[in-house]
Nanobody, 120 residues
Framework: VQLVESGGGSVQPGGSLRLSCATS????????IGWYRQAPGRMREAVSC????????YYSHPVKGRFTISSDSAKNTVYLQMNNLKPEDTAVYYCVADPHSCPDSNILYWGKGALVTVSP
């Protein structure tokens, strides 16, 4: 199983970034796929999840209305469009996949992470 994130970088407050997660090694439509993040000195937290086969999504309260998760089953890829970014969004963003649920305390697969930095 592989989860490969891309699209991280540095942006000013109010800017936008799109993260991509290219997946392989499992049946894409059978899994819930999403994003967690970990900011310096803070616990890892769920950001957003999607199960494209049933059009179900989850957003954490801090990102609701600013971030949009989507999936492309033809490309086995999940995207996270992040708009109106704030300094508190600065974190390493991890792509995750689980056969049962997301968010979940025992997510099965994790990517290596992509750094997002939001600063003036």
């Amino acid at each position: 199983v592989q989860l490969v994130e891309s699209g991280g970088g540095s942006v000013q407050p109010g800017g936008s970034l799109r993260l991509s997660c290219a997946t392989s090694g499992f049946t894409f439509d059978d899994y819930v796929i999403g994003w967690y993040r970990q900011a310096p000195g803070r616990m890892r937290e769920a950001v957003s999840c999607i199960k494209g086969s049933v059009s179900a999504t989850y957003y954490s309260h801090p990102v609701k209305g600013r971030f949009t998760i989507s999936s492309d089953s033809a490309k086995n890829t999940v995207y996270l469009q992040m708009n109106n970014l704030k300094p508190e969004d600065t974190a390493v963003y991890y792509c995750v996949a689980d056969p049962h649920s997301c968010p979940d305390s025992n997510i099965l697969y994790w990517g290596k992470g992509a750094l997002v930095t939001v600063s003036p």
